[in-house]
C-alpha cells in the first residue's frame, strides 16, 4: 500500500483510525518527505523515522502520543513496532513539557503491553540514557511504574521500583503507596500488604501516613487479626507520631464486636480514648448493634444516651434495637422504660417501634396488652400494616385467643391485606375442634377473598 493510498483510507475510513493520525502524517510531511510520493510504499516507514517524528519539536507532543499509540494498536499496518527506547523517549519528552495527561495516555492498555515486556533495570537503564528532565518530573515517572506494576499485579517488581527510588533518592509519593496497598488489599494479600507497610517503615522515608495505617490496620482485621492491628496502631503512635483517625479505629471496633471479642474492644476504646478520638454516627451504631446481639443491652443503652449528652441525633431504629432485644430476654418492662426514655428524648416512634412491641408482648405472652396496643393504634388513626396484622394474629393463636384471632383476620381482610394460607389453615385446624361449621365457613370467606389453604378440603362439612 502506498502512502497517498493509506492517508486516503484513513480519510474515508468511518472512524477506524483518529483523524488526529491523519492529520499528524499530514501535517509531519517535513519530517518524511522522503516518503512523500505515490510510489513509496508505507511498508517502508522504519523506526529511525517515526523517532525523528515523535523527537520532532515541530509536531506537537500530543500527535506523538497519538501516533504512537496508533503504530501500538495496528501492527498489521506497519513493519515494525515501537522499541523501549522509542517509548521512553516519547514519555521523557511529553514530562518534560508536564504533559502530564499525555504521559498517562502512554501509559493506555496497549503501551502498558508494550514497556512490561522489559524488565525494571532495561526501563530503568533507557530511561536515564533518554531523560533530560528535572528531579520531580523524573520522580513523576517512577512513581507512575510503580503504579503500573501494581494495576497489573506485578508485585515484586513494585518492590523493585520502591528499592531503587529509595536508594536513589527519588522521591516517592506518599499516595502512590497507599493506592498500591489498596490494590494488595482488593485482592486479598493481606501479608503482602503488612510486608510493603513495613518496607515503608523501615525506609525511613517520609511515606507512612495515617491513610497507609488505616488501609493496613483494615487488612488486618480483615484476617481477623485484630490485635496485631492495634499494637500496630499503637507503634506508629509511639515510633512515628502519627496520630490514628476516627476510621483507622472503625475498622478494629468493627471487626471487634462482629467477633464478639469484648476484651479486645475494651483496649481500642482505651487507645481511642487516649488518642483523644471520638466516636461518630456510624461507629455509635457498629457498637450500639454488636452489644445488643451480644445482650449487652445496658451497655447499648448507655451509648445511645451518650449520643444525645453530645447532640448527635439518634434515629429510631437505634431504640428499636435495644427494645426488640430487651423481649428477646424476656425483660418487657425494661423495654417499655426505654420506650418512655424515647419519648421524654424527642424522638418519634415509627410503625417498626409498634411492631416491636406487639411482637414482644405476644411472645411474652401479655396477648391482651397487645391487643389494647392495636386498639389505641387504631383509635388514633395510626396505619397498620400487614407484618402488625400477621404478628397479632399469630399471638392471639398461640395464646389460644382463637376468637381475636379471627377478628384481627377479618380485619386485615377489610384493610385489603391477604393472610397468610398457613395462618388460615391452623386457624380453620383450632376451628375445627370447637366448631365445624364455622370452620367452614371461614375457610369459604377466605377462598373468596383470594386465598387458597393447602388442606381447605379437610374442612368441608362431613
Not at 503504530?71 to 523501549?84: H, K, M, R, T
Not at 469484648?262 to 455509635?284: A, G, H, I, P, Q
Amino acid at each position: 500500500m502506498t502512502l497517498q493510498r493509506f492517508l486516503k483510507t484513513l480519510k474515508t475510513a468511518k472512524r477506524t483510525y483518529p483523524f488526529s493520525v491523519y492529520k499528524l502524517l499530514l501535517d509531519s510531511s517535513s519530517t518524511i518527505q522522503t516518503l512523500d510520493s505515490p510510489e513509496k510504499p508505507l511498508s517502508d516507514l522504519n523506526l529511525s523515522t517515526i523517532r525523528r517524528i515523535l523527537s520532532d519539536p515541530n509536531v506537537k507532543s500530543w500527535k506523538c502520543v497519538s501516533l504512537f499509540n496508533f503504530i501500538l494498536e495496528n501492527p498489521s499496518l506497519f513493519s515494525f513496532q515501537p522499541d523501549l527506547r522509542t517509548h521512553l523517549s516519547l514519555t521523557s519528552r511529553v514530562l518534560s513539557e508536564r504533559r502530564f495527561s499525555d504521559a498517562q495516555k502512554l501509559m493506555k492498555p496497549v503501551a502498558i503491553d508494550d514497556i512490561l515486556r522489559y524488565p525494571f533495570n532495561a526501563i530503568v537503564s533507557g530511561f536515564v540514557d533518554e531523560c533530560v528532565c528535572e528531579e520531580r518530573v523524573v520522580a513523576r515517572f517512577f512513581n507512575s511504574m510503580l503504579m503500573v506494576y501494581s494495576e497489573n499485579g506485578k508485585f515484586d517488581e513494585v518492590v523493585e521500583v520502591f528499592e531503587y527510588m529509595k536508594n536513589n533518592e527519588v522521591k516517592i509519593d506518599e499516595k502512590t503507596c497507599t493506592l498500591h496497598l489498596l490494590n494488595l488489599k482488593r485482592c486479598d494479600l493481606m501479608d503482602l500488604a503488612r510486608d510493603f507497610f513495613g518496607l515503608m517503615v523501615e525506609s525511613g522515608l517520609d511515606v507512612v501516613t495515617v491513610y497507609s495505617l488505616t488501609v493496613v490496620v483494615s487488612a488486618l482485621c480483615c484476617n481477623g487479626e485484630i490485635k496485631r492491628a492495634r499494637e500496630l496502631v499503637e507503634e506508629m503512635v509511639l515510633v512515628k507520631g502519627i496520630k490514628p483517625n476516627i476510621v483507622t479505629f472503625k475498622s478494629m471496633i468493627d471487626c471487634c464486636v462482629k467477633r464478639w471479642d469484648f476484651e479486645e474492644l475494651d483496649l481500642v476504646l482505651k487507645l481511642m480514648e487516649k488518642e483523644s478520638v471520638m466516636l461518630d454516627l456510624d461507629t455509635y451504631k457498629i457498637l450500639i448493634d454488636g452489644f445488643t446481639s451480644y445482650g449487652k443491652l445496658e451497655e447499648a443503652e448507655r451509648l445511645v444516651f451518650k449520643m444525645h449528652d453530645e447532640k448527635i441525633r439518634v434515629e429510631t431504629y437505634l431504640y428499636n434495637l435495644i427494645m426488640n432485644g430487651y423481649f428477646r430476654f424476656g425483660l418487657v418492662e425494661k423495654a417499655f422504660q426505654l420506650h418512655s426514655e424515647m419519648s421524654l428524648r424527642g424522638v418519634a416512634p415509627n410503625k417498626d417501634t409498634y411492631w416491636v412491641l406487639m411482637n414482644g408482648l405476644c411472645k411474652a405472652g401479655k396477648v391482651c396488652e397487645a391487643m389494647r396496643l392495636f386498639h389505641e393504634l387504631r383509635v388514633n388513626e395510626f396505619k397498620i400494616d400487614e407484618e402488625m396484622f400477621i404478628t397479632l394474629t399469630e399471638g392471639c393463636y398461640r395464646a389460644g385467643m382463637i376468637d381475636k384471632s379471627l377478628e384481627v383476620v377479618a380485619e386485615m381482610i377489610r384493610e385489603g391485606f391477604i393472610p397468610d394460607g398457613t395462618v388460615v389453615e391452623r386457624l380453620a385446624d383450632a376451628l375445627f375442634e370447637v366448631d365445624r361449621k364455622v370452620a367452614h365457613m371461614m375457610v369459604t370467606l377466605v377462598v373468596k377473598s383470594g386465598i387458597n389453604p393447602k388442606s381447605c378440603s379437610e374442612f368441608g362439612p362431613k
